[in-house]
């Protein structure tokens, strides 16, 4: 009877189970039958585990919240695994792929298999367990032998005497490599064009420009990041303009040691310049000297020195610093002599301040530095010469023609839409040369062209909500910029989520909250948590940020895979999901949506925007139209 | 024990198919066409939901009665609890014991009843093979007894034993010499002479061979009562004994039989079908039992009885609600003959035999089913009087919870509420957006996949923190919300439930979401802890940038990145934050001047005033004073020259 039942039940199974298999369910185990040692049969319970339900296939991908720029790869990374029926029947594919790099697939080496650095690791590891020279000798023997085998591609030399012999020779070679290579590693020696630490030991005394270097050239003035993650090319703030000139010097003394009682002293007798400094200088020159220092500085003295001497016409100080002969006491270290130069082409005269930032000197220390120092001190940069102020009454009507440009650019723009990149012409306007111009891009505040230049745009003075064709930004398909319009709210309330504003929603992160589950239609979908009104932001779609051709490239076995995140940006650039992205990229496509995409300029970067295309629900999955 | 308690249903819709007025036959082919349509809509969802209905008996789910909109089901009162001893169960079973425990039935509310008893007459209806002369199947009616039984007696005083019995011997049920017997029933037939008023309670006792212990049985206030005087009224009902395959049909048990009068009541063993429309004559069986008179018997097979009553009990099934139980078989036909129809073009004939109803004294609730299918053909149903969903007989008591039910368990339908002035109307239609998808609590399919839908016995749910309310604001049941909204179409499309009623992941481990975690995103974060890492291996890959300059700009990077600043004019706050929340850092490893490089660099790119540089500085220096043991964790040579330095000055 038991018997019997078992068997329905296990024929039961196995139908269930095939059913299961083409539903993708987990399939169910039966627990044989115990017969007991006795040969009495006993009867153990039957528990079947319920069935689990698996999920689709998700391949691994990095959260991401922004864009990420990458460069193209110029070999391939890994020959994508598809099944291995797709190896089998379809190598041409495979090897199409591989053309598409020139042949080149990441792991090649010239040598074979081991480089510099693995023969660099494996040596030293191999070195800790050994206790004596025979040790090593043999360890390096088995190295040397792999070694050969694998890059050379020999049999397994059959005499122990050749392999020896063969082995010696090659032993002297590697361990010249291996002494080659571990000396050039030594700790603590800096590259040559590095300059050392402004709060280090070996601070040295520099110039500006090369004390700022690396914070200039790496700050990233669009993403206010150093080495961003999207924007390749940083503008060296050089050519920016002060739009503030604050050099506004305070009128008090700060204290007992104020530079300004020098002064009133100075004005009182002011008196021929001394030459004695020459020396002071000199004197902390051996401080700097005791290391490779940079030759720039030496001969920045003596020019400093020649400068002083063909007269300095706008300080005539140095005078005091002789009559109070407390100054030569002072000591300059390199930081501090840095520092000083920094802040001078920031304050200019503002000499208490100056000290105050540097903390360690006192007013008139830096005063009289200053007097030293003062042929290479860059001056207070005059009236900006090529860009007369605009009156009012000029401004707002230009504003008006800007609003109607606006207007002509979207009824004629194509659908080329191009990538933006700050211009730098210096000294010209923005006409057609501009690259702004010809890519049909509005010039933006990164540009290094004036802010009066025709080509900017000049954000809205809506007082609305921004979110209908009379905002110019809308109409231009841009959200406002938060440093252009100063009166919708995009540049309010940076704590909140209520932004009078709703133009300003990519780049504040507004994003709804997503869930992930199976999808309804085809492997994994995305559902709204809240419900959302019509036209309502709803995520950015993020990614990398790749070029059309690397897209070519990628796209081919993303195409193989029947699964792309792959979304057009403008014409240079597409956003590719696959790798990084945001839960948006799990959005189902469907030629009846409740979704749209909509490339906006936000702030200088072109980004993809979802929005919600009715309302929608809670619960409801997302979906935009891919095409 | 076999206390089954059963309605025979299947004795009683033959009878009551003859209630009904005969109406305007359409032309035959019509009316298949029609009702093969009506069929394809729906039949397979009624047969779903009669499926799960048994299901539900069998295993439920959940309590009706636990339903916020069904809280007039639950019967029990906690008003004990607090006396409540745990000795009290003990005495609650000892008083039990003795007693006899059958369900006695409810007096009849007609008090004006003036007669007490009625004579009972019950024939064992031999139905023979039809032999190749016969036109129909010969039928033999032997009599196996006539008793007076007390009608609608009070259930308190009855005692089992004084009820008449009869007795059938099993000879009867041995096959005749003459024709081959096909099957056996039991024709009761009721008597009385009586007034215009015939309601009361037939008290019947018939024995078989089977001997039928008696109980009382209840006539109750018939409708289609429509002779006055002083003439004889019979009652008759039929019950099957053996089938035509001769399978014992009545077990042991007690029984409720319905009546029906004798004057439109052909023995006709045609079965009724939910479908079929029987000569063109409506069947209310719903009512026969609220309304029509009924006969209650106890029915025994003696142990002489040659061992036929071997005949395994059939377990009784909860029905309806607890008052009456019977066998799903009949369930399931009673079910099927609610959803009878009749065409609209028939209702006005409905109509007019339903107003003899009116002169009764309770008005009853009146509810049409109309069904909508092929383009807007209808068909209507009335159920009188009965709140019951047609689809699981669940007995919903009122005209919300009908609705709310109805809409809530059966989703495979669209039900609009129409008001009438009789009652209601409830069109039903198909749910063409009906998907199959899940709208149960997420909650329960979160924490075990693949168990919330186990049948195998009790599951242990997710543990779940609901806010509990107390009086929580419902809004008031009004039957408007099941009117069809007016611009309608697209909100009926919906399911009727929306929300979370699936199981979500998350998106980096795919694991599933519980529960607790549904509020916060699980990658929500703008800097994600690789990016994080990412800016810091990058700034490490630059040789040409010191150390100390890579570390101001990485604490930097992770400042913009924590906080997303998005504009030039939000630097100088962005700046005085840092110094806020990197200060002490800043300090304790030594970077102030790499600090002020960085503020004099964000001055270059005119992101910042010289103010906010001498402000953050002033602030960093406040920090560097907070500090207690500042100077211990300073082992950096520039600091202490510097203290030199300010000495020899």
């Known amino acids: ?627 | 024990m076999s206390g089954a308690s059963c309605k025979a249903n299947g004795a009683v819709y033959p009878a009551s198919s003859a209630m009904m007025n005969s109406v305007k036959k359409p032309k035959m082919e019509q009316i298949q066409a029609d009702h093969e349509l009506f069929l394809q809509a729906f039949e397979k969802p009624t047969q779903i939901y009669r499926f799960l209905r048994t299901r539900n008996l069998i295993a439920p789910v959940f309590l009706h009665r636990t339903l916020t909109f069904m809280s007039h089901r639950n019967g029990r009162t906690n008003a004990k609890r607090k006396t409540f001893k745990v000795d009290d169960m003990l005495q609650t079973v000892e008083r039990m014991k003795g007693e006899v425990n059958l369900p006695l039935f409810i007096p009849s509310q007609n008090s004006e009843n003036e007669q007490n008893s009625v004579s009972l007459e019950v024939l064992l209806v031999k139905v023979c093979h039809k032999k190749r002369k016969d036109v129909s199947c010969p039928i033999k009616q032997v009599p196996t007894g006539k008793k007076q039984v007390p009608l609608n007696p009070d259930s308190n005083q009855t005692k089992p034993g004084s009820h008449p019995s009869l007795l059938v011997s099993s000879n009867e049920f041995e096959p005749s010499n003459s024709h081959m017997v096909k099957s056996y029933s039991l024709l009761f037939r009721v008597s009385r002479t009586g007034r215009r008023d015939t309601n009361g309670l037939v008290n019947g006792e018939a024995n078989e061979n089977i001997d039928v212990t008696d109980t009382p049985s209840r006539k109750k206030r018939s409708s289609s009562h429509r002779d006055e005087g002083e003439t004889t009224e019979t009652f008759v009902a039929q019950m099957t004994v053996f089938d035509k395959n001769r399978r014992l049909q009545l077990l042991d048990g007690e029984y409720e039989v319905s009546m029906q009068g004798m004057e439109d009541s052909p023995v006709s063993k045609k079965r009724a079908t939910w479908e079929t429309i029987l000569d063109g004559k409506r069947l209310p069986p719903f009512e026969t039992f609220s309304q029509g008179p009924t006969l209650q018997f106890m029915l025994r097979w003696t142990g002489d009885a040659s061992g036929k009553s071997t005949a395994p009990v059939a377990k009784p099934l909860a029905t309806r609600n607890s008052e009456s139980s019977s066998p799903m078989e009949t369930r399931t036909s009673n079910h099927r003959a609610a959803l009878m129809t009749v065409k609209e073009s028939v209702s006005t004939d409905i109509q007019t035999r339903k107003e003899q109803v009116l002169c009764e004294p309770r008005q009853k609730l009146r509810i049409f089913y109309q069904f909508l299918y092929n383009n807007n053909t209808r068909q209507q149903t009335e159920a009188r009087d009965d709140l019951h969903c047609p689809w699981c007989t669940l007995n919903c008591s009122k005209l919300y919870s009908l609705l709310k039910h109805l809409k809530l368990s059966h989703s495979r339908f669209i039900f609009n509420y129409v008001p009438h002035p009789k009652g209601a109307r409830i069109d039903v239609s198909i749910n063409e957006c009906y998907d199959g998808s899940y709208v149960g609590n997420p909650q329960d399919i979160h924490s075990q996949p693949g168990f919330a839908f186990s049948r195998n016995g009790p599951v242990k749910r997710t543990a779940v923190t609901h806010i509990l309310v107390c009086r929580p604001k419902r809004t008031k049941p009004s039957l408007s919300e099941f009117l069809e909204s007016e611009d309608g179409e697209l909100e009926q499309q919906r399911t009727y439930v929306s929300g979370h009623n699936r199981l979500y992941f998350h998106s980096d481990s795919c694991m599933p979401l519980r529960p607790q975690e549904m509020e916060e995103d699980s990658e929500d974060e703008r800097d994600p802890e690789w990016l994080r890492e990412k800016t810091a291996t990058q700034l490490d890959e630059f040789t040409d940038v010191n150390e100390g300059e890579k570390e101001v700009m990485k604490l930097w990077n992770l400042h913009v990145m924590k906080y997303g600043f998005i504009a030039d004019n939000q630097m100088n706050q962005a700046i005085m934050l840092f110094a806020e929340n990197t200060g002490a850092h800043i300090i304790r490893r030594n970077l102030c001047r790499n600090f002020l490089l960085h503020l004099v660099s964000m001055h270059d790119f005119n992101l910042v005033s010289t103010a906010t540089i001498d402000r953050a500085m002033a602030r960093l220096r406040q920090i560097q004073e907070e500090l207690p043991d500042i100077e211990e964790e300073q082992q950096d040579q520039t600091v202490v020259s510097a203290g030199f330095l300010e000495l020899e000055n």
């Open chain 1, 1 to 627: 009877m038991f018997n019997t039942n078992r068997q329905k039940i296990m024929d039961r199974t196995d139908i269930l189970n095939q059913e299961w298999k083409t539903r993708r369910i987990q399939p169910v185990h039966i627990m044989t039958s115990v017969g007991s040692l006795r040969g009495t049969r006993e009867v153990i319970p039957l528990k079947t585990l319920n069935a689990v339900a698996s999920v689709p296939v998700m391949y691994s991908w990095s959260p991401l919240q922004q864009n990420f720029m990458v460069e193209d790869e110029t070999v391939l990374h890994n020959i994508p695994y598809m099944g291995d029926e797709i190896l089998d029947q379809d190598g041409t594919f495979i090897e199409e792929l591989i053309k598409n790099y020139d042949g080149k697939v990441h792991g090649d080496r010239e040598c074979g298999f081991i480089n510099d650095e693995i023969f660099v690791e494996l040596v030293s590891a191999l070195s800790q367990y050994s206790d004596n020279e025979d040790d090593e000798e043999e360890e390096e023997h088995d190295f040397k032998v792999e070694k050969m085998e694998l890059c050379e591609g020999k049999e397994h030399p059959e005499d122990p005497p050749a392999l020896i012999s063969l082995s010696v020779c090659l032993s002297v070679c590697l361990s010249v490599r291996y002494k080659e290579l571990t000396e050039q590693q030594l700790p603590g020696a800096l590259p040559p064009e590095c300059t050392p630490n402004i709060d280090g030991p070996n601070a040295r005394s520099v110039q500006r420009e090369q004390s700022l270097h690396s914070f200039h050239t790496l700050f990233c003035r669009r993403c206010f990041k150093y080495d961003c993650f999207l924007h390749p090319f940083h503008a060296t703030p050089n050519t920016y303009k002060r739009k503030n000139l604050e050099n506004q010097v305070d009128t008090k003394p700060c204290g007992l040691d104020c530079y300004m009682y020098l002064v009133q002293v100075i004005a009182e007798r002011a008196k021929t310049p001394s030459k004695r400094t020459v020396g002071r200088r000199r004197g902390r020159m051996p401080n700097s000297n005791s290391r490779p220092s940079t030759p720039s500085v030496s001969s920045e003295t003596k020019d400093t020195d020649s400068d002083r001497e063909e007269g300095n016409s706008r300080c005539q100080t140095p005078v005091k610093m002789k009559l109070t002969g407390e100054a030569e006491a002072v000591e300059w270290s390199g930081a501090e002599a840095s520092l000083f130069r920094v802040l001078i082409g920031t304050y200019y005269d503002n000499f208490c301040a100056i000290a105050r930032l540097i903390g360690t000197k006192t007013c008139r220390q830096v005063y009289e530095f200053r007097v030293k120092e003062s042929s290479i001190i860059a001056r207070a940069p005059a009236e900006d010469e090529d860009t007369p102020p605009r009156k009012k009454k000029r401004k707002h009507r230009l504003w008006a023609t800007h609003c109607r440009k606006i207007q002509l650019k979207k009824d004629g723009s194509s659908n080329h839409v191009y990538n933006y990149q700050p211009c730098d012409h210096p000294r010209q306007p923005c006409d057609s040369s501009c690259p702004c111009v010809t890519a049909q891009n509005f010039c933006e505040k990164f540009c290094q062209c004036s802010s009066e230049c025709q080509n900017r745009f000049p954000g809205c003075r809506c007082k609305a909500q921004c979110n209908t064709k009379q905002c110019p930004c809308y109409l231009a398909v841009r959200e406002c910029d938060p440093d252009l319009c100063l009166t919708c709210g995009a540049a309010d309330h940076w704590d909140s989520k209520n932004v009078s504003c709703k133009n300003c929603s990519i780049q504040r992160g507004a994003k709804k909250h997503l869930l992930l589950a199976p999808s309804d239609v085809a492997g994994w979908g995305i559902f709204i948590k809240e419900p959302v009104q019509k036209n309502e932001f709803i995520s950015e779609y993020c990614g990398e940020i790749i070029s059309q051709d690397e897209a070519d490239r990628r796209g081919k076995v993303y195409d193989k895979y029947m699964c792309s995140f792959l979304f057009n940006l403008n014409n240079d650039f597409v956003v590719d999901a696959t790798r990084k992205g945001n839960k948006i990229r799990f959005a189902n496509h469907s030629v009846n949506p409740n979704c749209y995409a909509k490339v906006m300029m936000v702030n200088g970067d072109h980004r993809i925007g979802i929005f919600a295309k009715r309302a929608i629900q809670t619960g409801e999955e997302l979906f935009f139209d891919y095409r």
